[in-house]
């Protein structure tokens, strides 16, 4: 028997609809057919459509390329990726709309609009091999254990030794190891975080865990005894700690970088090796002895050893700038002007990500779809206007550039590798985060990179209705920095950061089209301006101005580390901030530091441990290499603000 529902919806003109005037949550008799079905929007309905009507048509467009490059669909735009090509293919698609030539070679080649590199994450491996084996049995990699991403290469057949949680000084005298403990020769087993009480949560902590809990503390504790493996496994009963393996994407933070074997195995498989090795006990009776504060390595029977065996390498990602150019005219065709944007973004949290235990798809609608988009209408605009009259202008180039998450990769790469002499660059301008305007605000850097912006910019301005806050300075830790290094006058506009910054909230629809397409608009005049003066741009070398990133700390050293550093340890200089606690003690652009005081620095993130732990005033000593010389460096700290 069919529902009523269904019998009127499927009759006409029975069909049962709601009616303009009619109570919500009821059905009525339609009046006249389906197609005589027309309801007015009520005052307080929020129309779409009208909305997009009342903007410039470019406004619908721009946002249909937001949607188009944050969808799940392109999986959050990874390098490497199937989105990551994906993204590539349709910024050519429109670029070739739009009638603008390929930017990399030959016109009749499909490969023309990419510029293909690669590059590697500093902290990211790849795993060409990896084993474990117990009793002749091999565990399977994924379920039984995984490869960590601070491991080194190494095969070994040894003895175990259990190291509890590897804390050498807790509280109230609490250690894991006596003094003479030695592993030298063996394969550690380290428990994660720290001591934990009945509930299951850390005895030294009344939230999460204490800094006694850090990997690399831990591992350091380890290491430094000799172990020749180590196998890290979660404690059970642990409320507070990840349950599942670790892989090497998702341990891309762990340090200290060793140079031995590290794995991460499940609590059954260290629950196989314990029995086989140690005789009559278990993963839970050994735990509660460290639970407890019994000290000392419980070393394994020399008979019984284990095999671990791995081979890694750093990861190499494939990926390519996309760049589409429009060719100029006159006098001034042989000179160029550089529009782009990164289009790449995190994937599921591959680098980067502010979320890093959360394996969602990170979509990057802001970051950078946005930047994308105003590149592609900005790309269309010009191309409609570069056949009209004869005035000579200068030739542009539009480019996507690929793995700026990880290290600003694909401008670094164009600049090393350019398609035209860099001296002929007139201008680079960049689009990076600028989708979520707030109160016709938006930050505008580069302000100073060149002497004609003090009377340009304001005039071009006023008109506009938008509030520009200047910045000088043409570092930032996006794609202009490059060029400025290299002597071109940059502009970068972008919109300011936001909560959903990194994480996977960063969603299409929080972006604001109609506050953008003001910036597209003045963006356009600026492009105008720059491409048709025959006066060249005259470049300033400023780094006045240089935000400081956000750190936590009191304290700003002032540098701008290198985000594409080959180097596995140490914080390599690629700026020095003009005015501050660096630039004052003599640090140069090219030095690698590689200790503070006496506190090795592996990476950036060191660095930030480190000035956490000051205050302004405070004296410390920098280790550093320049031109293959080893010295130390005083430096005096400013606070943030000085």
Not at 34 to 63: C, K, M, S
Not at 163 to 172: E, I, L, R, T
Not at 417 to 441: I, K
């Amino acid at each position: 028997m069919r529902c009523l529902l269904c019998c009127v919806l499927l009759s006409t003109p029975v069909s049962v609809l709601a009616q303009e005037n009619a109570p919500s949550g009821v059905i009525v008799p339609a009046e006249g057919g389906v197609t005589d079905f027309e309801p007015e929007w009520g005052p307080d309905e929020f129309n779409i459509g009208a909305y997009f009507d009342g903007l410039h048509p470019d406004a619908a467009i721009w946002y249909q390329h937001i949607q188009t490059l944050a969808n799940p669909w392109l999986g959050g735009r990874q390098p490497g990726t199937r989105g990551d090509e994906l993204a590539a293919e349709y910024m050519i698609w429109y670029m070739d709309r739009a009638g603008l030539q390929p930017a990399f070679g030959d016109q009749k080649s499909p490969d023309a609009w990419l510029q293909p590199f690669t590059f590697s994450l500093r902290n990211g491996i790849e795993v060409q091999r990896a084993d474990l084996t117990l009793d002749d049995v091999m565990m399977r990699r994924g379920e039984d254990f995984d490869v960590l991403a601070n491991s080194g290469s190494g095969t070994l057949t040894a003895p175990v030794a259990f190291v509890g949680y590897g804390v050498d000084d807790g509280p109230n005298g609490y250690s894991s190891f006596q003094e003479d403990d030695d592993l030298t020769g063996h394969i550690a087993i380290l428990l994660r975080y720290e001591p934990l009480n009945e509930e299951g949560r850390s005895q030294w902590s009344n939230s999460g865990f204490s800094s006694h809990s850090t990997m690399r503390t831990k591992m350091d504790a380890v290491s430094n005894r000799g172990a020749a493996a180590i196998l890290l496994v979660n404690p059970i009963g642990a409320q507070d700690g990840r349950s599942g393996l670790e892989s090497p994407e998702s341990s891309a933070g762990f340090r200290p970088m060793l140079e031995i074997p590290i794995l991460h195995i499940s609590s059954e498989a260290a629950e196989d090796i314990l029995t086989s090795t140690h005789g009559d006990t278990s993963l839970e009776s050994m735990q509660a002895s460290a639970n407890q504060g019994e000290s000392g390595v419980v070393f394994g029977r020399d008979d019984r050893p284990i095999t671990v065996s791995t081979e890694v390498t750093d990861r190499v990602y494939r990926t390519h700038n996309v760049g589409g150019v429009i060719p100029g005219q006159g006098d001034l065709a042989d000179e160029w002007v550089i529009i782009g944007g990164h289009y790449d973004h995190l994937g599921k949290g591959y680098t980067g990500s502010r979320t890093p235990n959360d394996n969602r798809i990170h979509p990057g609608a802001d970051d950078n779809a946005s930047g994308i988009a105003t590149m592609l209408v900005l790309a269309d605009r010009l191309s409609r206007t570069s056949g009209l009259g004869t005035q000579p202008r200068r030739s542009a180039m539009f480019i996507g550039f690929g793995g700026e998450e990880a290290g600003l990769h694909g401008s670094q790469y164009f600049v090393t590798n350019p398609t035209m002499d860099l001296d002929d660059v007139n201008f680079m301008f960049n689009f990076d985060m600028m989708g979520r305007v707030r109160g016709s605000q938006v930050a505008l850097n580069g302000t100073g990179t060149a002497e004609e912006f003090d009377e340009m910019l304001p005039r071009l301005v006023e008109p506009s209705g938008l509030k520009v806050s200047a910045t000088p300075s043409g570092l930032g830790p996006s794609d202009h920095s490059n060029f400025f290094r290299e002597g071109v006058p940059v502009l970068f506009f972008f919109t300011g950061i936001h909560d959903d910054y990194h994480t996977p909230e960063d969603l299409a629809w929080r972006v604001n089209p109609e506050g953008t397409l003001d910036i597209i608009d003045l963006s356009e005049a600026i492009l105008d301006e720059v491409m048709h003066d025959p006066d060249r741009l005259t470049w300033v070398d400023t780094t006045t101005g240089t935000q400081a990133r956000r750190t936590g700390a009191r304290v700003r050293l002032g540098i701008m580390p290198s985000y594409s550093a080959s180097t596995r340890s140490g914080v390599l200089v690629d700026a020095v901030i003009d005015g501050t606690s660096a630039h004052a003690a003599g640090l140069l652009e090219g030095d690698l530091i590689i200790s503070w005081d006496d506190t090795t620095l592996e990476g950036g993130r060191d660095l930030m441990d480190r000035l956490r732990a000051h205050d302004p005033g405070d004296e410390v000593v920098l280790t550093i290499i320049r031109d293959e010389e080893t010295m130390e460096l005083p430096v005096t700290l400013r606070g943030r603000g000085e």
